[in-house]
């Protein structure tokens, strides 16, 4: 099932906005399936599963732990490094 960009966009501002291990899951599963039928981006995908597994997420956990199977080394490396990026930028977000 591929999703479109306004459904991805709108799983982002709930992400961006709550800051909630279930937004940051639905997005990993979003990315690890298809976006407008562009296929997959397991860069996102960790790097949402990463950030929903740090708020609690257990099946996010599992999920990311899958997808590095289907990653290259270097492409870890580039979804952990979002995952920081992205937990410097909205830090204020996840202490409330």
């Keep these: 099932m591929a999703f479109t960009n306004l459904e991805v966009r709108e799983a982002e501002a709930a992400a ?7 937004d940051m899951f639905r997005l990993g599963l979003i990315y690890s399936t298809d976006v407008e039928d562009r296929g997959p981006d397991f860069i996102e995908a960790h790097k949402w599963f990463s950030l929903a597994a740090m708020m609690g997420s257990i099946p996010a956990k599992a999920y990311r732990e899958e997808l590095k199977y289907e990653m290259s080394a270097t492409d870890l ?3 952990q490094r979002a995952a920081r990026g992205w937990l410097s930028e909205n830090r204020e977000l996840i202490a409330a």
């Design 16 to 22: 961006t906005e709550i800051a909630g291990a279930e």
């Design 77 to 79: 490396t580039m979804a």
